[in-house]
């Protein structure tokens, strides 16, 4: 028989517990609502626009009445739990209506906190909390004329600026001298004063209230030292407070919400709770993000799977105030130990301050300009060394050309058919109506459904900027550590040290030992786990092929018509008659349809059927030719230019250098493919400051150039240092690569790796400490001693996977 399952409260956080409980336990309980409201679960973080006329209930309903329907859950709506029985485990509502529990779950969400001064409780002062208080307020906005707002924090501020748009004369009273005064800073909140009362909002700043006036219904609100204005409606918007009554009542420990562990159990082991009632490791939680974060988890407990935590982390609020984007995190104040890197414009509405201990990030605010947040808060989070980026750190990252549009972004004066994701090809209004039509509130969601941002990542700010816009102010997104896929909780980095540490050699042993959820694992964790045992492990890890994308399987690239393309090594470039007389026998004897010269100096056949691979493979191996591993995450090309043996301007043998680093390298598994180029002189013509690693000749040496990338995402390359020999320009080679072999993320290319970890961090392990880099180079040698073997040689010669490339047998009508 199914458990009872008993949710106390019909809000964001219970019913995205219960949507996450059905996805992976949906026939484990018969399930019970209770909302107080008369009402399905709607989006309380869109209050705001229905407040201003933007959109209605209907609009913003999450789950409507049939939603409950269709997955068997029993809606009691508009009843208010009043009493848990906890020893015959049975809840009783308002009304009378009972109901018993196998398991119960409070979500009783927060109070919102009315001043106990002299006339609270008149007739139009309200909260601003519910659909009701959104319906009370609208209803005074057709008789009334003027609103006073007490409170000037992000509630307050969307209250008021709703009321502006019924018309309605607005003023905004607030204790202290800044508006948001905990998630900005005093240039920022004048900033923000500003626009607001260019909008028509008129402000009261250090003003206490007394009482409010009237004999029925409000009149006005006095204040301390005798200043009184005139008030039709009055809107209390000054906090929350955790609802915590109903567990109070029933025994359950509580301080200042219902304490829970890390299972969101509370001290009765039948009974959990999640949202804003919640306290948490002495934390209590507002912003959607976490809030769902502890939805999930409580589902992975109810579904009694077992495996999932809360953990409190570094959080960020990335929110959209009237339009206006701001982002703030950790301690953007400082004190005498700290130093500030600002920008201002008040033109344009921009305002960005990060604030800085020994060259790494304690706090940032972004006012105007926010598409840089989720870069800032990682660097802030890992505590990435910027002392390398110092010079272009308030530039950003995200290089979309917001300029703020006045203290708009850039996602507001966006029309509906702009393209955002230029990847994937998702218009702004495709996000948007996924957003309001599919209920999705973060970037995992937005990218799932649209594909938006889940490719080069470089739209992803813009992205934030519009489910901002779209989902209203209290939308907040915070980065976090995330795990590696949804098979596991475990992180990149967690998988990496596992494996080294245990010594584990195969991606199915990673997968016994952390106790995978998924029997085989899935499309993103298993390449990646098999290409972390091979480069933990190069001489004993067990290679398993199918754990490997079709292109590496097959040691060629897949073409949109099922074709393949055939690209052997050119060394550095340099070719010769014997081999462009192979290339072209090929050719002509397999009726290859393209030949191309590919912008890496090589030679591509385009066109060739999978079944052909193996012959034409021979016959180029036969002229002495290898696989180019253009199909692989490896090393792709080392482009050269012909340098001082030909060129009049050239310092150093370019050419010669680039074909011993390539004939060094080739083969090597990386987490993402690896380019590099040597240039003979400045004039930079093999264009080495756009690869991975790149070499440029000197007079007095070369410049080692590491983490450029040439593609969708330009990034230039950063000076890692100068040798002056070309032993040297090997060892640190070598050096860095292993570096990037064995830190960077599987399908993490090295200008986001860069990005992530701080050229700093390079320059320390590689420049600055001689064994380390000499350690390094020695472990890259010795991994190429199991990698350097030509696939193309191993299937001609039938030693492995030999029936991959023979085509399925015809059957005949009667066979079949």
Known sequence: ?????????????????????????????????????????????????????????????????????????????????????????????????????????????????????????????????????????????????????????????????????????????????????????SEAGTMLKRSLEESGIQFLMGAETESFTGKDRVEGVRFKGGLRIAADLVVMAVGIRPNIALAQQAGIYCERGILVNDTMQTYDPRIYAVGECVQHRNQTYGFVAPLFNQASVCANHLAEL???????????????????????????????????????????????????????????????????????????RDQTDIRDIRATLLVGQSHLGDSGHGGKNLAASMSDDKEVCGCNGVCKGDIVKAITTKGLFTLDEVRSHTKASSSCGSCTGLVEQIMAHTLGGDYSETPKLKPLCKCSDYTHDEIRQVIKVQRLTSYRAVMEYLE?????????????????????????????????????????????????????????????????????????????????????????????????LPHIWEDLNRAGMVSGFAYGKSL????????????????????????????????????????????????????????????????????????????VKVRPTELLCKVETEQEVVEYCCAFIQLYRENAHYLERTAPWIERVGLFYAKQQIVEDAGNRKALHDRFLDSQKYAQKDPWAERVRGEKDAHEFAPLKQLSSRHV
């Not at 201002?344 to 020994?358: E, L, T």
């Not at 073409?559 to 010769?576: A, E, L, M």
């Open 1 to 185: 028989m199914k458990q009872k399952l008993v949710l106390v409260g019909n809000g964001m956080a219970g019913m995205r517990t219960l949507e996450e409980l059905l996805a992976i336990a949906p026939d484990r309980y018969d399930i019970t609502v209770f909302g107080a409201e008369p009402h399905g679960n709607y989006n309380r973080i869109l209050l705001s626009p229905v407040l201003a006329g933007e959109k209605t209930l209907e609009d913003i309903m999450l789950n409507g009445e049939q939603w409950y329907a269709d997955n068997g859950i029993t809606l009691q709506k508009g009843k208010e739990v009043v009493k848990i029985d906890r020893c015959n485990r049975k809840v009783t509502a308002s009304d009378g209506t009972a109901e018993s529990y196998d398991r119960l779950l409070l979500a009783t969400g927060a109070d919102p906190i009315m001043i106990p001064v002299p006339g609270h409780d008149l007739e139009g002062v309200t909260t601003f909390r519910k659909i009701e208080d959104v319906n009370a307020m609208l209803e005074f906005s057709r008789n009334s004329r003027n609103a006073v707002v007490i409170g000037g924090g992000l509630l307050g501020l969307e209250a008021a600026y709703g009321l502006l748009r019924q018309g309605m004369y607005v003023t905004v009273v607030h204790l202290l001298d800044t508006l948001m005064e905990r998630q900005l800073d």
């Open 306 to 380: 077992g495996y999932a935590k809360f953990h409190t982390t570094l959080s960020s609020a990335k929110l959209k105030v009237t339009g206006i984007d701001l982002f703030s995190a950790g301690d953007f104040i400082g004190d005498d130990t700290t130093e500030e890197v600002v920008m201002k414009d008040v033109s344009r509405g921009v305002y960005k301050k990060i604030v800085i201990k020994d060259n790494r990030i304690q706090g940032a605010i972004l006012y105007g300009d926010a598409a840089d947040g989720a870069w800032y808060f990682e660097l802030l």
């Open 516 to 612: 995978y959820r998924t029997l085989d694992g899935c499309h993103i964790c298993r390449p990646a786990l098999n290409y972390y045992v091979i480069a933990a492990w190069p001489g004993e890890a067990l290679d398993d092929p199918q754990s490997r994308y079709i292109n590496e399987r097959v040691h060629a690239n897949i073409q949109k018509d099922g074709t393949f393309s055939v690209i052997p090594r050119i060394w550095g470039g340099v070719t010769t008659p014997k081999e462009l007389r192979a290339i072209a026998e090929a050719a002509e004897k397999y009726q290859v349809p393209t030949v191309k010269i590919t912008g890496g100096q090589r030679i591509d056949l385009l066109g060739v059927k999978k079944e052909v």
């Open 636 to 711: 792709r090309t080392v482009k050269t230019c012909v340098g001082q043996e030909w060129c009049r301007f050239g310092t150093q043998d370019s050419t010669s250098m680039g074909v011993k680093l390539e004939k060094l390298t080739w083969g090597s598994w990386m987490p993402h493919k690896f380019k590099m180029a040597v240039s003979g002189c400045p004039r930079n013509c093999a264009e080495a400051t756009v690869k991975d690693f790149g070499v440029v000749a000197v007079e007095s040496g070369w410049e080692l150039h590491v983490g450029g990338n040439a593609g």
